[in-house]
């Protein structure tokens, strides 16, 4: 009894820290590509950077995380559904960029730019497949997984 307790207690863990590095992996891709236009930060920016994008973004994607958990008890093990699933928090996100986006035009003194891009649209898909790729290696791929409970016949 204790032992199966333990086991769903670590694949709790394990599927929280899946969701979170995925959707770090995410956060570090979007900082790289789109805020900081390729140039790479200095590594304690980064990182505190990295930090705060992952906590904004957890705060919104909760409901993906409620589709991993459906995944788990599902045994869905399928790369492709993992993908298809950060794919899925990459348009809701756009989405939500493009709910939010003032009606006006961008000021060009002040730098300002439009909400949606192409180049935004393509980083947001990248880091939406990769944040699935790498919650799929961490959690996806082992699913549903028990270990076999002997008894004696």
């Not at 991993?68 to 960029?97: D, K, N, P, Q």
């Given at each position: 009894?204790?032992?199966?307790?333990?086991?769903?207690?670590?694949?709790?863990?394990?599927?929280?820290?899946?969701?979170?590095?995925?959707i770090a992996v995410g956060a570090a891709i979007?900082?790289?590509?789109?805020?900081?236009?390729?140039?790479?930060?200095?590594?304690?920016?980064?990182?505190?950077?990295?930090?705060?994008?992952?906590?904004?973004?957890?705060?919104?994607?909760?409901?993906?995380?409620?589709?991993?958990?459906?995944?788990?008890?599902?045994?869905?093990?399928?790369?492709?559904?993992?993908?298809?699933?950060?794919?899925?928090?990459a348009v809701a996100t756009l989405v939500f960029?493009?709910?939010?986006?003032?009606?006006?035009?961008?000021?060009?003194?002040?730098?300002?730019?439009?909400?949606?891009?192409?180049?935004?649209?393509?980083?947001?898909?990248?880091?939406?497949?990769?944040?699935?790729?790498?919650y799929w290696l961490i959690a996806g791929r082992?699913?549903?997984?028990?270990?076999?409970?002997?008894?004696?016949?």
């Amino acid at each position: 009894m204790m032992g199966r307790f333990l086991h769903y207690l670590v694949r709790l863990l394990i599927v929280a820290a899946g969701f979170i590095l995925a959707i770090a992996v995410g956060a570090a891709i979007v900082l790289l590509f789109d805020l900081n236009r390729g140039r790479v930060p200095e590594p304690l920016a980064g990182g505190v950077m990295v930090g705060f994008l992952t906590f904004q973004a957890a705060r919104f994607m909760w409901p993906l995380l409620m589709v991993e958990f459906v995944a788990e008890a599902m045994r869905w093990r399928s790369l492709t559904f993992h993908l298809g699933v950060g794919l899925l928090g990459a348009v809701a996100t756009l989405v939500f960029a493009w709910a939010q986006a003032s009606s006006e035009p961008p000021d060009p003194i002040l730098g300002a730019e439009q909400a949606i891009t192409a180049t935004k649209v393509i980083v947001a898909l990248v880091a939406g497949l990769a944040g699935g790729f790498v919650y799929w290696l961490i959690a996806g791929r082992s699913a549903g997984l028990t270990h076999i409970e002997r008894t004696s016949p």
